[in-house]
């Protein structure tokens, strides 16, 4: 559990790019949190698409931040919906609640830069850039491809076994 903090315009885009018409503060606030709660479901139904197991997963957005509960399977499916989150356009921090049911030594998170590419990153973090597979299936099924990050993206590395 706990906060993770992400570069809030790097991502998916599920927040409405366009402003809806209000003529007050209150009807500003109900159309803000309209968008907020559309956004949350719409992350955990991709999430559900992703065959991401979650009991009882519930997202919440309150500008920001994102906050994730519910019972993961494992400390992968764990990491890998915080980054499914957190990687998300207009999310900053993701505050982790979740429980996991089949605990796991946690992975390590590391933010792509401009000119990373998966080979750079093993070869920083496991001392072999072949063994950038690893990194890849990791980040799977959110990384359909090992040329396509992005800077401001965020990635798994797990520890080799």
């Known amino acids: ?5 992400f570069i809030k315009e790097a991502g998916a885009k599920v927040f409405g790019t366009s402003k809806p018409a209000v003529d007050d503060a209150a009807d500003a606030a109900a159309a803000k949190k309209r968008v907020e709660e559309a956004a949350a479901s719409q992350l955990e139904e991709t999430i559900q698409d992703l065959s991401l197991q ?7 957005i309150s500008g920001d931040t994102a906050t994730i509960t519910g019972a993961a399977y494992d400390q992968k ?4 919906v915080v980054l499914v989150v957190g990687n998300t356009s207009g999310i900053a921090v993701v505050d982790d609640q979740m429980t996991v049911t089949n605990p ?7 933010t792509v830069e401009k000119g ?18 690893v990194i890849f299936e990791a980040n799977k099924p959110m990384l359909k491809d090992a040329n396509l990050i992005y800077p401001g993206q965020v ?5 080799l076994d």
């Open 77 to 80: 499916t764990k990491e890998k």
């Open 116 to 133: 990373d590419t998966l080979s750079k990153i093993a070869k920083e973090y496991y001392g072999n850039a072949m063994k950038y597979p």
């Open 54 to 60: 979650v009991d009882g997963l519930k997202i919440y």
């Open 104 to 110: 796991e030594p946690e992975a390590q998170f590391y």
């Open 155 to 159: 990635l798994r590395i797990p520890a």
């Open 1 to 5: 559990m706990g906060l993770f903090s």
